[in-house]
């Protein structure tokens, strides 16, 4: 008799065991199950977070700038156009094809190796809710990387929140978002009423343009969302969708902070966008303080 209660004791605390073993799995695989929501619901709230908290201090970059031999009519005059965003104190970073649009151009540095000279005939930033253009100047550039900042003047009575850098490295599969003005112009132009894109669409200057739009409160950033697919060097490559004005933007992680610079995109492949990592803008956000504090 002993044996036998001994025996259905045993087999109790087998199945009292095998129990417990079982409902600590399940609190576990319940515990994995509740981080991935959370991590999904993180992932869908991105491209929104970005925009309501960060779209007011990201703004749409135009400009012209030519090349002139000495003495001589410009041998080239261009239009140019691009995205920035808030990362100091009336400090602008953005790409510096941008800021430089001569920047590995390769037809400006043909006539460039010839004699010519470029210069910046003029460089504004417009800014969400800001009716009127902000000019801006450069004060940094980078010396590796395809990175500037401008620092905007005439503007001391407004403040625009800076944009967080992330401190932490990326990780391929991470989910980011990516703030700018694709198409630059025609592409806010194309978001407008028809009344006002139908009296826009047919003129020839852009400058004038982007003062209505601006006038009329339609200077305003698009998000778009993808993923991390690699990290070569200070490269950052990844699928939310591009085109040309967006360059300059940044690039969210799922905590709404900048881990880089949009830079541009490989024809052809939907993947293949192309960022500079954000670690470059810290150095060049300490030499620009420095011109700053040297200039006042």
Request: aromatic share 8%; proline share 6%; hydrophobic share 45%.
């Given at each position: 008799?002993?044996?036998i209660?001994?025996?259905?004791?045993f087999?109790?605390?087998?199945?009292?065991f095998?129990?417990?073993?079982?409902?600590k799995?399940l609190?576990h695989?319940?515990?994995?199950?509740?981080?991935?929501?959370?991590?999904l619901?993180?992932?869908?709230?991105?491209?929104?977070?970005?925009?309501?908290r960060?779209?007011?201090?990201v703004?749409?970059?135009?400009?012209?700038?030519?090349?002139?031999?000495?003495?001589?009519?410009?041998?080239?005059?261009?239009?140019i156009?691009?995205?920035?965003?808030?990362?100091?104190?009336?400090?602008?970073?953005?790409?510096?094809?941008?800021?430089?649009?001569?920047?590995?151009?390769?037809?400006s540095?043909?006539?460039?190796?010839?004699?010519a000279?470029?210069?910046?005939?003029?460089?504004v930033?417009?800014?969400?809710?800001?009716?009127?253009?902000?000019?801006?100047?450069?004060?940094?550039l980078?010396?590796?990387?395809?990175?500037?900042?401008?620092?905007?003047?005439?503007?001391?009575?407004l403040?625009?929140?800076?944009?967080?850098?992330?401190?932490?490295?990326?990780?391929?599969?991470?989910?980011?978002?990516?703030?700018?003005?694709?198409?630059?112009?025609?592409?806010?132009?194309?978001?407008?009423?028809?009344?006002?894109?139908?009296?826009?669409?047919?003129?020839?200057?852009?400058?004038?343009?982007?003062?209505?739009?601006?006038?009329?409160?339609?200077?305003?950033?698009?998000?778009?969302?993808?993923?991390?697919?690699?990290?070569?060097?200070?490269?950052?490559?990844?699928?939310?969708?591009t085109?040309?004005?967006?360059?300059?933007?940044?690039?969210?992680?799922?905590?709404?902070?900048?881990?880089?610079?949009?830079?541009?995109?490989?024809?052809?492949?939907?993947?293949?966008?192309?960022?500079?990592?954000?670690?470059?803008?810290?150095?060049?956000?300490?030499?620009?303080?420095?011109?700053?504090?040297?200039?006042?």
């Amino acid at each position: 008799m002993g044996l036998i209660l001994l025996a259905s004791s045993f087999l109790l605390w087998l199945l009292w065991f095998g129990a417990f073993a079982q409902a600590k799995d399940l609190r576990h695989e319940i515990r994995a199950l509740q981080v991935e929501v959370s991590s999904l619901k993180q992932e869908q709230k991105i491209p929104s977070l970005a925009l309501n908290r960060y779209r007011n201090s990201v703004c749409y970059i135009v400009g012209t700038y030519r090349i002139t031999f000495p003495h001589q009519p410009p041998a080239r005059r261009t239009r140019i156009s691009g995205t920035g965003f808030v990362v100091d104190q009336h400090l602008i970073a953005t790409n510096r094809h941008v800021a430089q649009p001569w920047y590995k151009d390769a037809d400006s540095e043909a006539l460039i190796r010839t004699g010519a000279v470029p210069s910046l005939e003029n460089l504004v930033a417009y800014f969400p809710g800001v009716a009127s253009p902000i000019p801006v100047k450069t004060v940094a550039l980078s010396q590796t990387d395809d990175l500037a900042l401008v620092r905007m003047h005439d503007a001391p009575e407004l403040h625009f929140e800076a944009l967080p850098l992330s401190s932490a490295k990326p990780v391929a599969g991470d989910p980011v978002a990516v703030l700018g003005y694709p198409m630059g112009l025609l592409g806010m132009m194309a978001k407008s009423p028809n009344e006002i894109y139908v009296r826009l669409a047919s003129r020839h200057d852009l400058q004038n343009s982007a003062k209505e739009l601006a006038a009329l409160s339609l200077i305003r950033p698009s998000a778009t969302f993808g993923h991390l697919g690699d990290m070569i060097g200070e490269k950052l490559i990844y699928d939310a969708p591009t085109a040309k004005g967006a360059s300059g933007g940044p690039v969210f992680d799922s905590q709404g902070k900048v881990i880089g610079v949009n830079q541009g995109y490989i024809d052809g492949f939907a993947g293949g966008t192309l960022g500079i990592s954000s670690e470059g803008l810290k150095p060049l956000i300490a030499e620009a303080r420095k011109v700053i504090e040297r200039s006042e």
